[in-house]
């Protein structure tokens, strides 16, 4: 550590801690971003939406992302395909009605993580692996000091502020007692790499594919290609549609077996990294900051895999409360209930009736109903682009009630 007294600690070096480790760097802020893990590490959230972009070029991370995207198999990724029961549904992001990149990537996290922690150490962050937050302390009032552990040594740091990055790890949820039920069931996911050409079914691999169970609706698998002849394959529902004892390989590959559409997609295929289970990952806090402190993405909420927003929530995450952190840090008295919160949870509550009509199928209706409106398709095409905080979308100003209007006219109609 090149300091004992940082201006701002970061907590988790994924992509919502290491962009606002960026944008503090370039600020001219002394940072340091403590991360548990060694890099490169694997994560899950491997299909980017086209609003990535923007957070990702804010933060001065794109052109590396771009110019290595060849290198590290990234895949050119332009819109979502659905499949239901023999019924097929494309969303091209080019035909969206927000302004914005329509176009992004499919990464693997391994790598995609390493190069935008590699730049933000390139601004100026240092970023330190290995070492676990053990503990945190706000009892003086002019800083926060932050317990640290490596192979059972204990060290602490001081900072101005401390922004909570760490994902899954929920480390001030739990340590400040923050945790909140989340809106939605226990579900969980099990998944897979294959090696695969993904032969079969017509199939655009510039395109995420979500295929709905052919009998169970609430049941559902993502295909995620990557450019290096590998893809990314998982299962996602309630607990109860999969067996306690299942092994992940046996809750995969038994549910994809029931799919033929997903299976003549996949044609021969070669498990290339083994079955893995995440269950409960759905998680909410009672509120996002506090006196020197903000949860940045997953380490706030996070909903659910279905509609790939949790990467693009934790950039908007780090774009949002950077600024304010450097007000903050400049003396001034920041409200960031209504400049974090309030405009962070607009978006995030966009995806959250666009997931909960996903499970209650009502969503699912509007996904696959052929005679749209195009200028109705392009608004929702833009929230699957992730431009969930566009709000000249008035799918995104009223979302629960354009979205009761959309489900009666395609379900009046079709
Ligand atoms: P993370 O990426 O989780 O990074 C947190 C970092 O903090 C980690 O590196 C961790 O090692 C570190 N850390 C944790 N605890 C500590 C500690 N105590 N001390 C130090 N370091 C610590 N999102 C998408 O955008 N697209 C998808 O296709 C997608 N699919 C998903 C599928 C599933 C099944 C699930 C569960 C999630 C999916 N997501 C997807 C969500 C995505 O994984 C997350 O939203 C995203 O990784 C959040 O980024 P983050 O920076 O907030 O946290």
């Known amino acids: 550590f090149q300091r004992d007294s940082y201006d701002v600690i970061i907590i988790g070096a994924g992509p919502a801690g290491a962009t606002a480790a960026a944008l503090l760097a370039q600020a001219g802020k002394s940072v340091v971003v403590i991360e548990r893990s060694y890099f ?6 491997e299909s980017l939406l086209p609003q990535c972009m923007t957070y990702l070029a804010e933060a001065g991370l794109l052109d590396d992302v771009v110019a290595q995207a060849e290198k590290f198999g990234f895949q050119y990724k332009n819109g979502a395909a659905f499949y239901r029961n023999g019924e097929h549904s494309l969303f091209d992001f080019q035909n969206k009605s927000s302004a914005g990149p329509s176009t992004t990537y499919q990464v693997k996290r391994e790598h995609f993580d390493q190069l935008l922690a590699a730049g933000a150490s390139a601004y100026g962050a240092e970023v ?27 060290q602490s740091l001081k900072g101005r502020f401390l922004l909570d990055a760490s994902g899954f790890g929920r480390v001030l949820p739990r340590l400040l ?4 039920p989340s809106d939605f069931p226990v579900r969980q996911a099990a998944f897979c790499h294959v090696k695969t050409t ?10 995420i594919l979500i295929t709905v169970h052919p009998t169970e609706p609430e049941l ?7 450019a290096d002849g590998t893809a990314s394959l998982g299962v996602v529902g309630g607990t109860e549609y999969f067996d306690d004892d299942d092994t992940p390989g046996q809750a995969l590959w038994r549910r994809v077996h029931e799919e033929p559409h997903l299976l003549t997609v996949l044609g021969e295929y070669e498990v290339t ?13 009672s509120r996002l900051h506090g006196d020197r402190f903000a949860l940045l993405g997953n380490a706030g909420e996070f909903l659910d895999p279905v509609f790939s927003s949790g990467v693009t929530i934790a950039l908007k995450s780090s774009s949002l409360a950077v600024p304010l952190v450097l007000q903050q840090l400049n003396g001034a008295d920041v409200d960031w209930e209504q400049a974090y919160t309030v405009p962070l949870r607009k978006g995030i509550s966009t995806f959250r009736s666009f997931v909960k009509g996903w499970y209650d199928t009502r969503f699912q209706d509007v996904i696959f109903y052929h005679q749209q409106q195009n ?18 979308n008035p ?15 395609c379900q009046t109609e079709s």
């Not at 990294?273 to 806090?285: D, L, W």
């Not at 392009?378 to 566009?390: K, P, R, T, V």
């Open 40 to 45: 490169p590490r694997f994560s899950i959230g």
């Open 128 to 154: 330190h692996h290995g070492f676990t937050v053990t503990a945190v302390d706000f009892d003086d009032p002019n800083e926060v000091q932050v317990a640290i552990e490596k192979d059972n040594q204990q």
């Open 177 to 180: 007692e923050l945790e909140y």
């Open 198 to 207: 993904l032969p079969g079914g017509q199939f655009d691999r510039n395109k």
């Open 220 to 226: 559902w698998f993502w295909l995620i290609p990557f």
């Open 273 to 285: 990294r083994p079955e893995q289970m995440i269950t409960g990952y759905s998680a909410n806090v």
């Open 375 to 392: 200028e109705i398709k392009a608004m929702i095409c833009s929230i699957l682009a992730g431009y969930a905080w566009d709000s000249e």
């Open 395 to 409: 799918y995104v100003c009223e979302t629960e009630r354009r979205l009761r209007v959309l489900v009666e006219l």
